[in-house]
């Protein structure tokens, strides 16, 4: 395996148990919404009115997900495209290169 | 021994702060300003300030794919879509709740901060319209939090590690790192000065504000560097992009 991709694979290890850490040390809620920052503005200003709301909520949770997922999935679709793209081009290019050199090297 | 000696220090260091977490179990949810949360006139401040960036970051844009320089609207996609996925994967933290990185680090690497003001706004817009995540009132405000102030510490993390010779993944590591941690500070920052402490004032609400933010956010913006670098190592390592292109 090459240097390169030994550390990428240890690096994705490490965000791995980043990830899995809390999990395993802390109780929390692990709660999704944005409520926490909200409640405090309200404990310092009890008068103030939410004066805008959201143009459109996502009718559900399961909605809600659906659509980070989209966004997530698109996302990761164009990057792994084109570094695929790229990873075939660059073997493509030394296979080619390969050939090339090889009859010569038979004469 | 030795070694025992060595990790004991380190692993009481590592009980005391797990317990600290337990003692005080906040449920934070750190993220952008929700709709609304703002008053009229800091929308607009905000929303004034945000603007020159955002103009200077179409003018870098039309430069670039003006460029010539090979594989540059790809990785300007690239770029874009990494914003994409990192704001999407809310992560849960040692503080017992859920954040998301912003995933403003590569871009800023390989293009200048400039440019991220336009591609993050592409992403604030797509979750304040569809998710009922941040908001139309607060984007200006959050456009300076993430695409603003995280790109230009960011950058100049990256241009003071290269400057100094630290190596080129340590360097990017921590310019994405340093990049998504102060999005959060900025976060705090802007709360702490329109709802200050009755008590304490301004100091006292930032402080509040910053365990709710940038607390949360350090596993995070360690996992961000760290998953910048992976992506970057790909780019570099299937010949997408040249590292000395555009530097």
């Not at chain 1, 996502?58 to 659906?66: A, Q, R, V």
């Not at chain 2, 000696?5 to 993220?31: D, V």
């Not at chain 2, 996609?77 to 992560?91: M, N, P, R, T, Y």
């Amino acid at each position: 395996m090459k240097k390169r991709t030994k550390i990428n694979i240890i690096l994705l290890i490490c965000v791995i148990l980043l990830v899995l850490i809390p999990f395993i040390f802390v109780k929390g809620s692990y709660g999704g919404s944005d409520d926490q920052g909200t409640e405090q503005i309200k404990k310092y200003d009890p008068s103030y009115k939410v004066w805008a709301h959201p143009v459109w909520t996502p009718p559900s949770g399961e909605i809600e997900s659906l659509l980070f997922t989209v966004q997530g999935s698109l996302g990761t679709g164009v990057i792994c495209y084109f570094i695929g793209s790229a990873h075939g081009k660059k073997k493509a290019l030394e296979a080619k290169s390969k050939q090339e050199a090889e009859p010569k090297t038979e004469k | 021994m030795e070694l025992v000696k060595k990790y004991r220090k380190f692993l009481m260091f590592l009980a005391i702060g797990f317990a600290y977490a337990l003692a005080y179990p906040t449920t934070a949810h750190a993220m952008h300003i929700m709709e609304g949360m703002l008053p009229p006139k800091w929308c607009i401040f905000w929303f004034a300030v945000a603007t020159p960036f955002f103009i200077y970051g179409l003018y870098r844009m039309y430069k670039i794919v003006n460029s010539g320089v090979p594989n540059a609207k790809v990785m300007l996609a690239l770029c874009g879509a990494f914003v994409f996925v990192l704001s999407s994967l809310k992560l849960p933290s040692v503080t017992g709740s859920c954040s998301h990185p912003t995933g403003v680090g590569l871009g800023t690497v390989m293009f200048g901060p400039g440019v991220m003001a336009v591609l993050g706004v592409i992403v604030l817009l797509f979750q304040a319209l569809l998710l009922a995540h941040g908001g139309l009132t607060t984007l200006g405000a959050n456009e300076f939090s993430m695409t603003i102030v995280g790109p230009i510490v960011g950058f100049a993390v990256w241009k003071l590690c290269r400057a100094l010779k630290v190596n080129r993944s340590v360097s990017l590591f921590l310019c994405a790192m340093f990049a998504d941690w102060s999005t959060y500070v900025t976060t705090a920052f802007q709360l702490a000065i329109v709802f200050p402490d009755p008590n304490g004032g301004v100091g006292a609400a930032l402080i509040k504000f910053l365990g709710i933010y940038a607390v949360t956010q350090i596993p995070l913006a360690i996992a961000e560097g760290l998953l910048t670098v992976i992506v970057y190592n790909l780019v570099i390592s299937n010949d997408l992009w040249k590292e000395s292109a555009l530097q």
